[in-house]
C-alpha cells in the first residue's frame, strides 16, 4: 500500500520538478492579487504570459525559466490551479457581500415603513 511519503516522493523525485512547481504556485498568486485589486486585464496577460513563457514560447534564457520549461506541466497545473482559485474566490466574496449588503438595505427599508405606519397610525387616533 502506497503511503502519503512514497506518493509525494514519486511526484517531487527531482528538484526541478518541486522548483518549477513552487513558481507555478507564486506566479498563480500573483496573478490572483492582479485580479483580485481589480486589474483583470493585468492579470490575464500575465496568466497568458506565463502560461506561454511555461510551454516554450519564448527560449529561456535564465536558470529560473529552464527549469520551469524543463518541467511545465508541473508550473502550469500549480499556475492556472493558484489563478483560478483566487479569481473564484474574487467572484464569490463579490457574491457574498453583494447580497449582505441588499439584505441589510431591505431590512432597513422594513424598519422605516414599520416607522412610518406608526406615526401615520398615531396621527389618525
Known amino acids: 500500500m502506497a503511503t502519503v511519503e512514497t506518493v509525494l516522493s514519486s511526484i517531487f523525485s527531482t528538484i526541478p520538478e518541486l522548483h518549477s512547481g513552487q513558481l507555478g504556485l507564486l506566479a498563480g498568486l500573483l496573478v ?31 536558470k529560473g525559466l529552464a527549469v ?3 518541467k511545465p506541466w508541473y508550473f502550469c497545473s500549480f499556475l492556472i490551479l493558484t489563478a483560478l482559485g483566487a479569481i473564484g474566490g474574487r467572484a464569490a466574496w463579490r457574491l457574498v457581500s453583494r447580497s ?26
Open 68 to 70: 520551469v520549461q524543463s
Open 32 to 62: 490572483g492579487v492582479l485580479y483580485w485589486h481589480e486589474y483583470h486585464r493585468s492579470s490575464l496577460g500575465l496568466l497568458t504570459g506565463c502560461y506561454l513563457l511555461a510551454l516554450g514560447v519564448v527560449p529561456a534564457s535564465t
Open 100 to 125: 449582505i449588503r441588499t439584505r441589510s438595505s431591505t431590512i432597513r427599508h422594513r424598519a422605516a415603513d414599520r416607522e412610518t405606519r406608526g406615526s401615520s397610525n398615531q396621527n389618525r387616533t
